[in-house]
Structures are given as C-alpha cells and as structure tokens.
C-alpha cells in the first residue's frame, strides 16, 4: 500500500471487528481506506459498509481507490462523527454489527501543505479537518490571549511549558504573525528546546500542534457524542473498536467504555441499585492493546497507538 495506506494494528482491528458476510459495518474514520478495505473484503460478498471522515479530500481518496472494486456495498459520508446518529439511517444504516473508530491522523494529512497539520511539511496553520466549517488555527493564534493560549496547550496538548510558549507567541505576532507551521514550530523550538538528554527525542511543538488540531476540529467532544451514537447503533454482539493515539483520546475511550460496562450510576451510598441502569457492553479488550516494536519499525506513526474493543449486550 502507498503512502496514507498502512492501517495501523490491521491484524488487532479485524480480530476485534470480526467482520462477518453479509454484516453492516461503520468506519468512522476512512482516512486512507486501509482499514475500510479489509472490512469490505472480510464481509464479502454481501456486507456493506458505511465510511464517514470530515475530510472532504479523504473521502474522494477513498472514492477513487474502492468504488470500482467494491461498488454498492461501500456508501461514503463527508461527515464528522459527531453527525452519526443522523447521517447512518439516513445513508440506510439504522443498525450496525460493527463500528471502528480510528482516530489518528492519516500520512496524507500530515503530508498535506495546505493546511498544515504537521510541522515537516509545512503550509499555512489551518488544521480543520472540514475547510468550510470552524475557524482556522491561525486565527487562534492570532486571537487569543496569553491565558487562553496557555490554557488550550495545557488542556489538549498537556504541554508542561505551556506559558512560556503563549507568551512568546503573543510577543512574536505583535510583529510577524504567527500563521504558518514552519513559523509555529520555528518559535516553539526556539523558546523550549527539547532536552538532549531525552531517550527519545520528538519535536518539541508535538504537543502545541495537537492542542490546536484538537481545539480547531473540537475532536474531544465530538468523540463522545460518536462512541455514545456508536453504541446505540450497534446490535447485541456487535462490536466497537477504538484505535487512540494519545493520552486524552484513550483517556475518554476508558471512561466511557468503563461506564457503559458498570451499568448501574446510583452513588456508593446507596445499597440497592434504583436507577435500573444495566450494563451495555462487555469488554473484548481488558487492557488496551499497543503495537508490536515490528510495527513501530515499519510504521512510525503506530508507535502511541492504543487499541480498545468492547461487545454490545442484549437490552
């Protein structure tokens, strides 16, 4: 497979999936297609298989390379997930014997030089998943003050050097703006240098790209909203995979996972259940799952990459 195309925990993802003939599958985030293929293809002849991304661009993608081989039984969305609950009946999905989530970003995303969503390939500090909705990371940049700034690094990025990093943007843009990704990582490195002692080194504006991509797309709430619509989609024995790529992410995937599993949210105090709550799912996945060093060599971008998997239970 080409560049955008290497699926990550391919082997994991289908083993917990378990796509059978003839199912109805979600992949809620088609990106490159990896994953969207091998769905299709382990639900032949018959399955069908509804693909959203808020990538207008990783849709069409996705449209050129699978339509021809796998024809009706792929139906594509230009949606965000958060949308779910609407767009799956009305594409003729009211329920689903699978839902994947796979929340990274693609290689042709972090390739792409228009809209600059990561630092080595540079292009103008966009970030929206979607152009046409929601404001700009450099519109951020460009309006917020110190406080906001440093607070939106500390709260998505968990970027310990926050502050110093808000104010220099602020004292930088009162000059030169701050609009472009080579001028936001150019200004990170420069104000908080990683250490040289570190075992493994990473660009020292990780953590500030993804608090913006995150803040921009609204990617937190928007993964709560689609797990709760995920769920109420699925059949009994129908399962929900999720594949999270840092702390934040894998942290709301637990909760909600953890909670669906426990059923029941009288407080402790109280010693006899009342709200009637049941458990909704069983968990397929105790822990979560990470990749292989092998993977991690051949695939660098797999390397924070947690897998988790839980089962529908009857009402």
């Known amino acids: ?21 003839g199912s109805l599958q979600l992949d809620a985030t088609v990106g490159g297609g990896g994953h ?21 661009a990783a849709i069409a993608r996705v449209e050129d390379r699978l339509r021809e081989r796998f024809g009706e039984r792929l139906t594509l969305r230009q949606a965000n997930f958060r949308e779910l609950a609407a767009v799956a009946p009305d594409a003729g999905f009211e329920r689903f014997d699978g839902a994947l989530f796979d929340l990274g970003l693609s290689s042709y995303q972090l390739a792409d030089t228009d809209r600059g969503f990561g630092f080595r390939a540079g292009g ?27 607070s939106l690094f500390r709260r998505y990025g968990e970027e310990p050097k926050a502050a110093r990093i808000a104010r220099a943007i602020v004292d930088t843009r009162d000059a030169t703006p701050v609009s472009s990704a080579a001028d936001l990582a150019s200004l990170v490195e420069r104000v908080a240098p990683p250490n040289p002692r570190a075992p493994r080194r990473r660009h020292p504006a990780t953590r500030v790209f993804q608090a913006l991509r995150i803040a921009v797309n609204e990617e937190l709430e928007a993964l709560a909203t ?4 995920a769920l109420e989609l ?36 109280v010693p006899v259940c009342v709200c009637g709550r049941n ?8 822990s979560s799952i990470t990749p292989t060093a092998e993977e991690i060599d051949a695939n660098p971008r797999a390397r924070s ?11």
């Open 1 to 21: 497979m080409g560049l955008g195309h290497i699926p990550v925990l391919a082997m994991e993802v289908m083993s917990m999936l378990a796509p059978a003939p």
């Open 36 to 56: 969207t293929e091998r769905i299709l293809e382990a639900t032949d002849p018959d399955g069908r298989l509804l693909g959203l991304d808020a990538d207008g």
């Open 124 to 150: 103008p500090l966009d970030m929206r998943f979607d152009t046409s909705r929601g404001v700009p990371a450099a519109q951020l940049l460009a309006s917020l003050d110190v406080t906001a700034l440093t």
């Open 226 to 229: 689609g797990l709760a619509a």
């Open 234 to 269: 699925l059949r009994p024995g129908g399962r929900l995979v999720v594949l999270s790529y840092h702390s934040l992410e894998d942290r709301i995937v637990k909760r909600f996972l953890a909670a669906e599993r426990k059923g029941c949210v009288c407080p402790p105090e």
């Open 279 to 286: 458990p909704r799912v069983r968990l397929v996945t105790r």
């Open 305 to 315: 990459a947690r897998l988790r998997a839980a089962e529908r239970l009857a009402a």
